[in-house]
């Protein structure tokens, strides 16, 4: 195997909390949104492509504020989050030190821009990574981006680790095995490997290329 994918939300961190300050203040402004903003109605929703979150998180208002007030949430969070960081989901920098000798590693979720550089430079992980892509870098989506990634480093063998059903069909989409990371956000049903906790990959990894050799 050449290459682990990783998704973000549910996977590697949890910023729900910070975002849904950052979430509330704006929607404040609008007197229309009449809809509470909670870190834990933002983590049933993660995962999920962000215009599918804005509606239905902002019940309240036509589709278009819902969107209009999401875009503005996801520009103002990144800046709060690249100075707080959020919560890591278990030993991440110590696990992926030890991928990152072995595999390209590359992180692959449905945000905007500056997102995943937030969490990069919260947690001081940028050395870890070798790539990443959004829809706000991209236009597109998972399985998209995941295609996008593989080609420009020439990886021809990955796996994809993720939380949620949307991340399986995205791995799948893209032809690659999922990992199910059950400790997260989502649930999933199809999925070729699981792992109970971040730091239980590279053992998986390991028997992995055991089995392919």
């Not at 295609?147 to 480093?153: F, S």
């Not at 999922?178 to 109970?196: L, M, Q, T």
Request: proline residues 3%; charged residues 25%; negative net charge.
């Amino acid at each position: 195997m050449q290459s682990i994918i990783f998704d973000l939300d549910g996977t590697m961190w949890d910023s729900t909390e910070g975002a849904a300050i950052v979430w509330k203040e704006i929607a404040a402004k609008n007197p229309m949104i009449k809809d509470e903003v909670t870190g834990a109605k933002l983590k049933k929703l993660y995962g999920l492509p962000l215009e599918e979150i804005a509606v239905k998180l902002f019940l309240s208002v036509p589709q278009e504020v819902a969107i209009a007030t999401m875009e503005e949430c996801v520009v103002a969070q990144c800046p709060y989050l690249a100075s707080h960081g959020g919560i890591l989901l278990g030993k991440i920098e110590e696990t992926l030190k030890v991928l990152s000798s072995q595999y390209q590693l590359i992180i692959v979720s449905n945000c905007k821009s500056g997102y995943i550089e937030a969490f990069l430079k919260a947690h001081h992980l940028e050395s870890y990574f070798v790539d990443y892509a959004c829809p706000g870098d991209t236009g597109l989506l998972k399985a998209d981006n995941i295609r996008i990634v593989m080609e420009r480093n020439h990886i021809t063998s990955a796996i994809y680790v993720g939380d949620t059903q949307g991340d399986g069909i995205a791995a799948h989409e893209a032809g690659l095995d999922f990992i199910y990371a059950r400790y997260g956000f989502g649930k999933a049903s199809d999925y070729e490997y699981v792992i109970g906790a971040f730091d239980e990959l590279p053992e998986l990894m390991k028997k992995l290329d055991t089995k392919t050799r």
